[in-house]
């Protein structure tokens, strides 16, 4: 099971606060069941895991192994929820030296269109020379400027390098099922293409194929995935009681928190293949919550690297914050730490322990400083990293997320923030269309 562990949260806030949550937790769960509350639009992730087809797993494995068979790198295109999720998964599963540790064979995968930089672009580009290359092009709207301007590049030197015709083998869109360049151009082209459903906003949609092709192509099992999703359903429905509910506890604690004056959450891991589930969480958090001058910011740290860095701040500075450590039970891998006869290091009192053990004792010791210094501290343990316990870990953040949005009173399905510094560089770049915009932002330069 994961679990979720708030005892350390209790002496900071007052009384019954969190149990006094519950109701309006409840009525939030049954929003996102029945589809009564705001962004109902957009809820199509609560039931997507127990409602995948086999046949969409089939298709998206047939593809993954067309791209596997063919390509020693496949790039993946998209950004922000057409990015984050495959990369979060990829890499927590992933060897920490190689893109995939089951298997030899498996291609690198590699990310672009998540920047606009000139110089990473140019870098990939030279690394792909000579290199038997595919792409997977993600993009909802199919219009993205980071995700089609690095596609525009990709798509050339594949086309390039492996000729037209077998470029469009190795090539693989996923889009809208009609709007968008990226659809005309799939279609055109005649790419393999899946569709993202219209009703899972782009920070929702790890369990589509947004993220399972690139999971699929890096070789994991994208089945655990959503069985470990799908089961994590059943464990936080309107049926289960709220004590044993770890989404509805997490939306009910943050929100009492954020009420006490904790505006700012730290995501903790002690394991650094957690760096990428934590931008994921991020952005989850981050475009759900962050409207009408409200929502919890979402900041991330990975211990205890960031504890000779963050480590001051977290433990003495404003008293603003709270923490959520994702403890892994179970490390992969095995290593003692040996005994030195001279011990000039100082270090055999270690001797004979696995290193997770330090590492664990590290943990403890800082969630109990953090407390003592006045940081409330959520604790998140998740048995082991594989596709199961994963697919769990992103459910429950995704309901815990949709939950907490709907407590603090926003819509927690849309991002109409993301549009503003687009319109303005779009004006900037001298966008058809955007004429009168550009006027005023000139004029605003101007002065
Ligand atoms: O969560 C979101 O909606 C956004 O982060 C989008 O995923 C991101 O902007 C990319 O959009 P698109 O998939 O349309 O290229």
Redesign the pocket.
């Known amino acids: 099971m994961i679990k979720i562990d708030i005892s350390q949260v209790r002496d900071f806030v007052p009384g019954n606060t969190i149990k006094a949550l519950e109701p309006e937790v409840k009525d939030a769960i049954c929003k996102l069941e029945n589809g009564s509350g705001a962004g109902n639009d957009f809820i199509g992730w609560v039931n997507l895991a127990s409602a995948t087809k086999d046949s969409l797993l089939d298709a998206i494995e047939e593809s993954a192994r067309i791209m596997r068979q063919k390509c020693d790198v496949v790039v993946v295109a998209?950004?922000?929820?057409?990015y984050l999720g495959a990369r979060a998964v990829i890499e927590a599963l992933a060897g920490s030296f190689c893109t995939s540790d089951n298997d030899k064979k498996n291609p690198q995968i590699l990310f672009a269109g998540h920047n606009i930089s000139e110089d990473y672009l140019f870098e990939l580009t030279e690394y792909l020379k000579n290199c038997r290359f595919g792409i997977i092009n993600?993009?909802?709207?199919?219009?993205?400027t980071e995700?089609a301007l690095a596609f525009r590049l990709l798509k050339k030197q594949c086309e390039d390098q492996w000729g037209r015709e077998e470029a469009r083998n190795v090539i693989v869109a996923v889009t809208d099922a009609k709007r968008g360049a990226a659809r005309v151009c799939a279609d055109k082209e005649g790419y393999r293409s899946f569709i993202i459903p219209d009703n899972v906003?782009?920070?929702f949609s790890v369990l589509t194929p947004v993220g399972l092709l690139p999971i699929a192509v890096a070789g994991f099992d994208i089945r655990q995935l959503v069985k470990g999703a799908a089961d994590m359903e059943g464990l936080t429905g309107s049926g289960v009681r709220f004590e044993d509910n770890p989404s509805a506890l997490y939306a009910a604690v943050r929100n009492a928190l954020y009420r006490n004056g904790k505006k700012i959450e730290i995501l903790a891991n002690f394991q650094p293949k957690l760096h990428y589930l934590s931008e994921w969480w991020k952005?989850l958090y981050g475009?759900s919550e962050g409207k009408e001058g409200k929502g919890i910011f979402p900041a991330s740290v990975d211990f205890s690297t960031d504890l000779h860095s963050m480590g001051q701040w977290i433990q003495e500075g404003e008293r603003t914050i709270f923490e959520t450590v994702i403890s892994v039970d179970k490390a992969k891998h095995s290593v003692l730490v040996p005994f030195d006869e001279e011990n000039l290091d100082g270090l055999n009192f270690l001797a004979g322990k696995h290193v997770d053990e330090v590492n664990k004792m590290a943990e403890l010791g800082t969630r109990l400083a953090h407390v003592d210094g006045g940081v409330p501290n959520i604790r998140i343990t998740v048995p082991q990293l594989n596709e199961y316990w994963i697919g769990q870990l992103i459910y429950m953040f995704e309901k815990g997320c949709g939950i907490s949005g709907y407590v603090l009173g926003v819509n927690p399905f849309n991002?109409p923030g993301?549009e503003a510094y687009k319109k303005n560089m779009f004006a900037l770049l001298g966008k058809p269309g955007y004429e009168e915009e550009s006027k005023r932002i000139l004029s605003r330069i101007k002065e």
């Open positions: 998209g950004i922000g929820g057409s993600i993009s909802k709207s199919g219009t993205t995700t906003g782009g920070r952005q475009e991002q993301v």
